[in-house]
């Protein structure tokens, strides 16, 4: 099988969904207190200006939806007249925000607002600029990256924006490391296992242990060679680790910048790396079953796992900031991308 000229398109296409997805979560959190004002959900169009903004909130609206007007137009890429993927695009953008303002009319916590519109607008319009302008650049190096780096395996481009949404779990420093599928807290639910240090640790261990496997397995499936995948798997990794040392530092306290590197955490590492290493060789099936079934272990285990006294302390110092969002998003992300992933690794293995 080789690789598809279709495959940036396709690419670009997970990668505006994933983002839509990320900006309607990130609009709407907390999802809760909704109710009827008696107000047209269209009414802020005609509002003044706001009483309370910032320059920061301004740059943010329009920071925001840069990615969406890019990956849109990227997206859009192949429709006729050079002008028509831009021009959607941005079209889009402004469509998504102005929905999503309406919406906002019934939630307590949120207030609908024109200058939020056209900020969000102008951030998809400089979006849609930019990949308009370095769009047929960015096609050529993602296929020549792919055709090098990316083996022919079916939906890749989906593998790759899995990936990228993996390293949101991490940024959640108040949850087990790499521990992702934690469904408890949509429906109400406690550990079953009564906490204890060695039990703890040992649940830990298995958690990190097991998702450690199944990413590094993901990850080696998707590398064209066994050369390539012994380089970027590591770093991947390393990556991950990364970006859960600079969560806890700037999130909670830069005194607590390692302080998911627990004696579990620490026994998971060593025991997932290891086990990685030698996973790496098997054949792709074998890999992928086991990529299957390590995501499934990790996934029950984390749903058994007792509450954990730092990560309460942890979420507690974290809701003293202006990040109650966006640690919605990314637990969002932690508990759903188990069973967004499942299905990939099935369709993989059937063909």
């Given at each position: 099988?080789?690789?598809?000229?279709?495959?940036?398109?396709?690419?670009?296409?997970?990668?505006?969904?994933?983002?839509?997805?990320?900006?309607?979560?990130?609009?709407?959190?907390?999802?809760?207190?909704?109710?009827?004002?008696?107000?047209?959900?269209?009414?802020?169009?005609?509002?003044?200006?706001?009483?309370?903004?910032?320059?920061?909130?301004?740059?943010?609206?329009?920071?925001?939806?840069?990615?969406?007007?890019f990956?849109?137009?990227?997206?859009?890429?192949?429709?006729?007249w050079?002008?028509?993927?831009?021009?959607?695009?941005?079209?889009?953008?402004?469509?998504?925000?102005?929905?999503?303002?309406?919406?906002?009319?019934?939630?307590?916590?949120?207030?609908?607002?024109?200058?939020?519109?056209?900020?969000?607008?102008?951030?998809?319009?400089?979006?849609?600029?930019?990949?308009?302008?370095?769009?047929?650049?960015?096609?050529?190096?993602?296929?020549?990256?792919e055709?090098?780096?990316?083996?022919?395996?079916?939906?890749?481009?989906?593998?790759?924006?899995?990936?990228?949404?993996?390293?949101?779990?991490?940024?959640?420093?108040?949850?087990?490391?790499?521990?992702?599928?934690?469904?408890?807290?949509?429906?109400?639910?406690?550990?079953?296992?009564?906490?204890?240090?060695?039990?703890?640790?040992?649940?830990?261990?298995?958690?990190?242990?097991?998702?450690?496997?199944?990413?590094?397995?993901?990850?080696?499936?998707?590398?064209?060679?066994?050369?390539?995948?012994?380089?970027?798997?590591?770093?991947?990794?390393?990556?991950?680790?990364?970006?859960?040392?600079?969560?806890?530092?700037?999130?909670?306290?830069?005194?607590?910048?390692?302080?998911?590197?627990?004696?579990?955490?620490?026994?998971?590492?060593l025991?997932?790396?290891?086990?990685?290493?030698?996973a790496?060789?098997?054949?792709?099936?074998?890999?992928?079953?086991?990529?299957?079934?390590?995501?499934?272990?990790?996934?029950?285990?984390?749903?058994?796992?007792?509450?954990?006294?730092?990560?309460?302390?942890?979420?507690?110092?974290?809701?003293?900031?202006?990040?109650?969002?966006?640690?919605?998003?990314t637990?969002?992300?932690?508990?759903?991308?188990?069973?967004?992933?499942?299905?990939?690794?099935?369709l993989?293995?059937?063909?």
């Amino acid at each position: 099988m080789t690789r598809s000229g279709h495959a940036p398109i396709l690419l670009a296409r997970y990668l505006a969904l994933a983002w839509c997805g990320l900006v309607v979560y990130g609009s709407l959190h907390p999802f809760s207190g909704w109710r009827d004002t008696g107000i047209s959900p269209w009414a802020f169009l005609e509002g003044g200006w706001p009483r309370y903004w910032t320059v920061f909130d301004l740059l943010a609206n329009v920071a925001v939806y840069v990615p969406l007007g890019f990956f849109l137009t990227l997206a859009l890429h192949r429709l006729p007249w050079r002008f028509t993927a831009p021009i959607l695009a941005c079209l889009l953008s402004a469509g998504v925000s102005g929905g999503l303002e309406a919406i906002q009319t019934w939630l307590p916590s949120r207030v609908p607002s024109n200058l939020d519109l056209a900020c969000n607008t102008l951030g998809g319009l400089l979006g849609a600029l930019w990949a308009h302008a370095v769009g047929p650049r960015v096609f050529a190096r993602i296929t020549a990256l792919e055709h090098r780096l990316i083996a022919p395996v079916p939906h890749a481009e989906l593998g790759l924006t899995l990936l990228g949404l993996w390293l949101l779990v991490p940024l959640s420093p108040e949850t087990l490391l790499f521990g992702a599928g934690d469904v408890r807290q949509i429906f109400g639910l406690t550990g079953a296992v009564p906490f204890a240090a060695e039990s703890f640790m040992l649940i830990e261990a298995s958690v990190t242990a097991f998702n450690l496997l199944a990413v590094g397995l993901i990850a080696r499936q998707l590398c064209a060679r066994a050369s390539i995948a012994y380089a970027v798997v590591p770093l991947f990794i390393l990556c991950a680790l990364i970006v859960a040392t600079l969560a806890a530092a700037i999130l909670i306290a830069p005194a607590e910048a390692l302080a998911w590197l627990t004696p579990g955490a620490r026994l998971g590492l060593l025991v997932g790396g290891g086990g990685l290493a030698f996973a790496m060789l098997l054949p792709p099936t074998p890999r992928l079953m086991l990529a299957a079934l390590s995501l499934m272990a990790g996934t029950v285990l984390v749903n058994l796992a007792p509450p954990n006294p730092y990560s309460i302390a942890a979420l507690a110092t974290w809701r003293q900031g202006h990040f109650l969002n966006f640690n919605g998003l990314t637990r969002l992300v932690a508990t759903l991308w188990p069973f967004l992933t499942l299905p990939f690794l099935f369709l993989t293995a059937r063909r």
